[in-house]
Structures are given as C-alpha cells and as structure tokens.
C-alpha cells in the first residue's frame, strides 16, 4: 500500500490494512497509464488474479488518511500481463473530495484522468456547434477567468479579465467554451490541462443611451 505525503512524495511501503479498508466505490472516474508506470510511482500492486473482473490493484493514502484505489476492470487482456501498455484503470473512492485530492495528485504528476463523458479531467467540454448569427450581429461580453495548471517550473494560477465578441444564438456553454480556448492560446496551456476555478461573464453594454 502506497501513501501520498503532504509535500507529495509517496512512501511505497506504507502498512497495508486491507482488513478494516473502507467501501470503495466507483465515482466515473479512469486514469490512462501502465502497470510498470503505476508501480513506479505507488510501488508494487496488490493482486487479486482469482478475480476474472480484476488483475491489479494499488490501494493509495491520501495525506487526510483517506484511501482510495486504482485497478484494472474488465480487459481481455488482464494489464498485469502486460505490463508496459497502457489501460483504462478505474479510480475507486469513498467520498468526492477524496477523488478529487487523488485525480489533483495524478494531474500533477502527468497522468491523463478521464471521467464518464469522456473529458479530460480540469478541462472544458467540446464546443458545441453554434448556429450561425440570424442577423449578423455580435455582442460583446466582458469575462473573469481563474484557471490553474501544471507547469514546467510548478503550479501556475492566472486570473484574466477581458472581452470577448459572441454571435447571437450562441449557448452559455459556447460563450465559456471561447473564452477558456483564448484563454489557453494567450497563456500557452493546454484546455485539456487546466483546472477552472473561477468564471463569469456578462453582456460588456450597461445600456445607458448616449445623448
């Protein structure tokens, strides 16, 4: 059993105590790795190779004492027999913020963390396909956007304020959509990399006529 510190090292001989383990359950989220890379980062598996559903499982501390675990489901080719390729790993838990202080640790260390819908874990959802504007005309909205990813030289958290100019008919899920995609070209991240934390946006005219 592997245990995740505060200062994100992992000690790979934490003491196992499968025997008072906590319900785990799957909340929809996977990770893309290999067994050879899990082990290299969490140490040697617990194997459960009676069990067709399942070949390899780590049970994983987090620095709050929660556990979570991290296993292959299902493959016909069982990813303990191969160990170099890369699987679709289940992420079980027992409560959200565990899940979610397992996928900020993965993240950081580069693991790519799907959820149910398919999506990058942090990032945006595909832009939807707008209808073109009914009249040609555009509206301008003014935009807050915090977002935090992992760099080269540590963790970067940027807020940027600015305008952006939407076709009418376009979807709220549009408008955040562009923003977070300019927001991404502007800072050199990758939207399937980023975490947003804080965003809004508002039509940018206050209505008041001009004389």
């Keep these: 059993m592997a245990k995740i510190n505060s200062d994100g090292s992992v000690d790979k001989d934490h003491p196992a105590y499968l025997r008072g383990m906590p319900s785990l359950a799957f909340k929809g989220s996977y990770l893309t790795s290999s067994v050879n890379r899990l082990t290299a980062m969490f140490g040697e598996p617990e194997r459960y190779m009676s069990d067709s559903k399942t070949s390899v499982e780590w049970f994983i501390e987090t620095p709050g004492g929660d556990v979570f675990a991290i296993y292959d489901w299902k493959e016909e080719a069982p990813a303990a027999e191969h160990p170099d390729v890369e699987y679709q790993f289940h992420i079980d838990e027992r409560r959200p913020e565990v899940g979610y202080a397992a996928t900020r640790f ?106």
């Design 106 to 211: 993965l993240v950081a260390e580069g693991v790519e963390i799907m959820d149910t819908t398919d999506r990058p874990w942090g990032a945006a959802p595909a832009a939807p396909r707008q209808p073109p504007p009914k009249d040609g005309h555009r509206i301008e909205y003014h935009y807050v956007i915090t977002a935090q990813w992992k760099a080269r030289k540590g963790t970067k958290t940027v807020t940027e304020a600015g305008v952006v100019q939407i076709g009418r008919g376009i979807t709220r899920e549009g408008l955040f959509d562009s923003v977070v995609e300019g927001f991404c070209k502007s800072h050199g991240a990758s939207p399937h990399r980023i975490a947003v934390l804080y965003f809004t946006a508002e039509p940018n005219s206050l209505g008041v006529g001009v004389a």
